[in-house]
């Protein structure tokens, strides 16, 4: 039996998988989504980025998780994958689902294209959050308007230093069991520093003809890829 920890990304909380737990916990696995300081039930509680890598290492030895498939969306991705390295032999694999993948020493806004200008002035504008994004930021992504308002309706402001801290790496990435799920509706290549990993001989490449939102827009396929991870 595998344990999933399931972090969704930026502005979102453990809400964001109830449509794909049913079918993870009748497969009998156990399923733990995790909400991360600041957002969503935990709003208020203060948070950079070793806040998030401490709320997921503190939620699997608290319930002392064995063989865990840690799953981490977009931004999560760079806490999971500082995480995944602290739990040592309690780590089954890693899953960056079409996710940012951490770099020992940079922040989650390195990647972005102007090196997170426009990012890090949005969070000083918004009283240091980055704000919920509009309806319009999720089209295109293979969600119905329902899917879309359901996603904004749920969003909370994200606590900017955990997007501008840095990553803290105690080893390369290259050694963790991971899996990385591209999403290729409009974006179908992985990103450089993701192609360079999957070259190596312990990461695994999974697609999804789906966009950024899988959980929404694919429930019960992400369920099955993540199934058939676990298996792997």
Not at 49 to 67: A, P, S, Y
Not at 98 to 107: F, L, T
Not at 160 to 185: F, I, N, Q, S
Request: proline share 7%.
């Amino acid at each position: 039996m595998a344990n999933f920890v399931l972090i969704a990304g930026a502005r979102l909380g453990s809400w964001a998988w109830d449509d794909v737990v049913p079918h993870l916990r009748a497969a009998g696995h156990g399923v733990h989504p995790l909400t991360l300081s600041g957002l969503a039930e935990k709003q208020g509680v203060p948070a950079g980025q070793q806040t998030h890598v401490r709320d997921i290492v503190d939620e699997v030895e608290r319930q002392d998780l064995r063989e865990v498939v840690l799953v981490g969306h977009s931004y999560s991705g760079i806490p999971a994958g500082q995480a995944a390295e602290r739990i040592g032999d309690r780590l089954a694999r890693v899953v960056f689902l079409d996710s940012g993948v951490p770099a020992d020493g940079e922040p989650f806004v390195s990647a972005w294209p102007d090196g997170g200008a426009m990012m890090r002035a949005s969070i000083a504008e918004n009283g240091g959050f980055w704000p919920v994004a509009s309806a319009a930021h999720f089209e295109g992504h293979g969600l119905t308007a329902e899917q879309i308002a359901r996603i904004v309706d749920g969003s909370t402001p994200h606590p900017g230093a955990t997007l501008t801290e840095p990553a803290e790496l105690e080893r390369p990435l290259g050694d963790l069991p991971a899996t990385y799920v591209k999403c290729t509706l409009g974006d179908p290549e992985p990103s450089d520093d993701v192609a360079e990993l999957l070259a190596g001989e312990r990461w695994r490449l999974v697609e999804m003809d789906t966009g950024h939102w899988p959980m929404f827009s694919r429930p019960r396929e992400l369920a099955q890829v993540l199934l058939d991870i676990a298996g792997a």
